[in-house]
Nanobody, 123 residues
Framework: EVQLVESGGGLVQAGGSLRLSCAAS????????IAWFRQAPGKEREGVACISTNSGVTYYAESMKGRFTISSDNAKNTVYLQMNSLKPEDTAVYYC????????????????WGQGTQVTVSS
């Protein structure tokens, strides 16, 4: 059974940093792309970044470049999202997703999802 478990969310002041983790199990980690998405209240879910755990190649949504960094630790079957210089508009539930796809940030391409972790940035 594929499982994705996010952690690391919380409340942070604007300008602060958080590192989210996505612990994966139930599949061959190196064969999958893993992505981060987020959904703010009243808004559609949007892609943040994704990584090929096999090659380490990453892809970011244009608006996420520069402040967010996705990385993976294949020995731990875990993908991270380092978020710096956080802004109130980054407040959202952050989800990780996995599937045997290329570097895509279209949510319809991903079959497996975690339960999400809340990130709240105060002004």
């Amino acid at each position: 059974e594929v499982q994705l478990v996010e952690s690391g969310g919380g409340l942070v002041q604007a300008g602060g940093s958080l590192r989210l983790s996505c612990a994966a199990s139930g599949f061959v980690f190196d064969d999958y792309a893993i992505a981060w998405f987020r959904q703010a209240p009243g808004k559609e879910r949007e892609g943040v970044a994704c990584i090929s755990t096999n090659s380490g190649v990453t892809y970011y949504a244009e608006s996420m470049k520069g402040r967010f960094t996705i990385s993976s630790d294949n020995a731990k079957n875990t993908v991270y999202l380092q978020m710096n210089s956080l802004k109130p508009e980054d407040t959202a539930v952050y989800y990780c997703a996995a599937d045997e796809v290329g570097l895509l940030l279209h949510q319809d391409e991903y079959r497996y999802w975690g339960q999400g972790t809340q990130v709240t940035v105060s002004s």
